[in-house]
């Protein structure tokens, strides 16, 4: 079966500081994966999506930037982080097939900017 | 552009109350819908779903069904329990043409039960 891992759970950074969030998916191949952010008391926003290697697409201009160096790898960074930046960080990736529209989630990154 | 309304929050209930949450959107061709949920400190979990006009998703003893006459997907419970506390969002895939998928969600709902 499929699993989506996330690290770290929990993450605290001060301002100016670099970010790195790793994504990884397991028991499936070439999957579209997707990075979302949850503001505090909001919902979820797409952040970066990518159908393949080295492939990304950004929903939203900002002070992130997404990386997609292995198949099942996805990787959320930023050189200098914002205040703004803290929230709570979901991947995910899309199944195919009968289950092309549904999207799964890891457990997500919640992380503080100081 | 697509959009998802949820009724705002919070919503707090009596064990063994009934529950609806109110969703609606606005999206180009025919979306699918989703109901997922995050329990507290948890991803997103995929409670329900529906593809196509008149059609009942349901789980757990939720349901919730795709009426596109009024564009609403409003998610029912007959008795909640304790346990179903958590936040849950409305969403739609539009596709669009488009082969990434993009989900757009609603602002969520913060539901809690009490004893």
């Known amino acids: 079966s499929q699993t989506i891992h996330q690290w770290p759970a929990t993450l605290v950074q001060p301002v100016g500081s670099p970010l790195s969030l790793e994504c990884t998916v397991e028991?499936?191949?070439?999957?579209?994966l997707y990075w979302y952010r949850q503001a505090a008391g909001r919902g979820l926003q797409l952040l970066f999506y990518s159908v393949g290697i080295g492939q990304i697409s950004s929903e939203v201009p900002q002070n992130l930037s997404a990386s997609r160096p292995q198949d099942r790898q996805f990787i959320l960074s930023s050189k200098k982080l914002l205040l703004s930046d803290s929230g709570f960080y979901l991947c995910?990736?899309?199944?195919?097939?009968?289950?092309?529209?549904?999207?799964?989630f890891g457990a997500g990154t919640r992380l503080s900017v100081l | 552009g697509d959009s998802v309304t949820q009724m705002e929050g919070p919503v707090t209930l009596s064990e063994e109350a009934f529950l609806t949450i109110n969703c609606t959107y606005t999206?180009?061709?025919?979306?699918?819908l989703f109901w997922y949920v995050q329990y507290p400190g948890e991803g997103l979990q995929l409670l329900l779903k529906a593809t196509k006009a008149d059609d009942k998703g349901s789980n757990k003893g939720f349901e919730a069904t795709y009426r596109k006459e009024t564009t609403s997907f409003h998610l029912e419970k007959g008795s909640v329990q304790v346990s179903d506390s958590a936040v849950y969002f409305c969403?739609?895939?539009?596709?669009?043409?488009?082969?990434?998928?993009?989900?757009?969600f609603g602002q969520g709902t913060i539901l809690t039960v009490h004893p």
């Open positions: 995910a990736w899309r199944g195919g097939g009968a289950a092309k529209n549904i999207q799964y």
């Open positions: 028991g499936t191949s070439n999957p579209n």
């Open positions: 999206a180009t061709g025919y979306p699918s």
């Open positions: 969403a739609l895939n539009s596709g669009g043409g488009t082969s990434y998928g993009k989900l757009t």
